[in-house]
Structure formats: structure tokens, C-alpha cells
């Protein structure tokens, strides 16, 4: 079974600080890539995703993430946090070829302090 | 635009007493998902399932049974509650190779 790890369990940042939180996962093949949002109390949301192409994945609210595969990583960046960005973050992993899973790391928790 | 939703939202039970949490989706998505959101193990599989009729086991399928006898329905049952399964219980869904789309949870207690 594929793994995904993120290192940063919490991460406090105040406003106007870049972020950048760490992705990465076991499988040598074929992925599709994602990156969740979780904000207080409510559902998992996407905030974007790779399947091909351009590493450099740009999604909702200002927020990247780049693929590099020859480290297994998809690392999720923002140069400026506001304090609406304080939630929890989920990497998640599919390798399409293979099964119809979806694989999830344990979260980020992210606090930014106003 | 419904979505996909869950029923109920907050479920307090007693342990030994069957639950069923309820799964609903209006896309027409092929693929549904159970998970449960536990502190310190992120979101964890339970079931899924590929189409009607097709379920298959997760990560953590002990304790629960489902069935998905119409496409848009995806219900989860817990046979005999334990206290381990408290946790918050989200529904997934979405299509092959695509996206997949959560539910708002449901946050069960077991006494």
C-alpha cells in the first residue's frame, strides 16, 4: 500500500508570513496528487490537485504546490497566509493505475495569528 | 446543487446498539467512500465502492458493514457501536480518476 507523510503535524504562522507545507509519498508510479482543506468544523475541500503536466499546480486562494518526482514530494506554498487560512491540510495521493484508493497524510494543522 | 450529503450530522449512541449513518449524492458518481477522522490518523478508508452492487474493504472495515444498492446511496452501519468508533465519519464520492468530493461529516459519540 502506497504511504503519504507529512512532517509538520502544527504549524503557527502570523499573518503575512509564507508557508510552505511538506508532502511526501511512497509510490514510484503513476500518481494523481491533492491537496484538502479542512477549515474549523466544516468538510474537506479541494484546493488543488495534479495529474499531468505543468509541476507547478495553482489552486483556490493563492495557493500552489509543485510536483517534483524525482523526490516523491508535493510540497503546498503560499507566499502570504491571512488569518482566514487557519484550518487543517491534507495531502492525498491515487495512483490510478492501480486501485481506485485514495491515500491521505495525517494533516497540518495551521494557526495564523492575526 | 445538493451535492453530496449525510444524515445525520451528530449521532449520540450507547454501545452494543446498531447505527446507521446515511450517504447521499446527487452527481451520479460511480465511486463512494467512507472515512472516519480520528486525531493524530488523519482520514482513514473504511469501504468503498465502485458501482452498485460493488463494495470492497478499506483500511479500517472491522466493526462496519454497507451496502449500496442504488448508485446515489452509500450507507454505513455500525452492528454493535464501540467506543472506538467514535469519530467523526465522512462520505466521499466522485468519478473514475477524477476528483474526490466529501461530505459535511458526522460526528458520532459512543457511550
Known amino acids: 500500500a502506497q504511504s503519504v507523510s507529512q512532517h509538520n503535524h502544527h504549524v503557527i504562522l502570523s499573518e503575512a508570513a509564507s508557508l510552505e507545507l511538506g508532502c511526501n509519498y511512497s509510490?514510484?508510479?503513476?500518481?494523481?496528487l491533492f491537496w484538502y482543506v479542512q477549515y474549523p468544523g466544516q468538510h474537506l475541500q479541494l484546493l488543488l490537485k495534479?495529474?499531468?503536466?505543468?509541476?507547478l499546480v495553482k489552486g483556490i486562494k493563492g495557493f500552489e504546490a509543485e510536483f517534483i518526482k524525482s523526490k516523491f514530494s508535493f510540497n503546498l506554498r503560499k507566499p502570504s497566509v491571512q488569518w482566514s487560512d487557519t484550518a487543517e491540510y491534507f495531502c492525498?495521493?491515487?495512483?490510478?493505475?492501480?486501485?481506485?484508493?485514495?491515500?491521505f497524510g495525517t494533516g497540518t494543522s495551521l494557526t495564523v495569528i492575526p | 446543487d445538493a451535492g453530496i450529503t449525510q444524515s445525520p450530522r451528530y449521532k449520540i449512541t450507547e454501545t452494543g446498539r446498531q447505527v446507521t449513518l446515511m450517504c447521499h449524492q446527487t452527481?451520479?458518481?460511480?465511486?463512494m467512500f467512507w472515512y472516519r477522522q480520528d486525531l493524530g490518523h488523519g482520514l482513514r478508508l473504511i469501504y468503498y465502492?465502485?458501482?452498485?452492487?460493488?463494495?470492497d474493504k478499506g483500511e479500517v472495515p472491522d466493526g462496519y458493514v454497507v451496502s449500496r444498492s442504488k448508485t446515489e446511496n452509500f450507507p454505513l452501519t455500525l452492528e454493535s457501536a464501540t467506543r472506538s468508533q467514535t469519530s467523526v465519519y465522512f462520505c466521499?464520492?466522485?468519478?473514475?480518476?477524477?476528483?474526490?468530493?466529501f461530505g459535511p461529516g458526522t460526528r458520532l459519540l459512543v457511550l
Open positions: 466521499a464520492s466522485r468519478l473514475r480518476g477524477e476528483t474526490q468530493y
Open positions: 509510490y514510484g508510479g503513476t500518481v494523481n
Open positions: 495534479y495529474f499531468s503536466g505543468d509541476p
Open positions: 492525498a495521493v491515487n495512483a490510478p493505475n492501480t486501485g481506485n484508493q485514495f491515500y
Open positions: 452527481w451520479s458518481h460511480s465511486y
Open positions: 465502492s465502485a458501482a452498485a452492487d460493488i463494495t
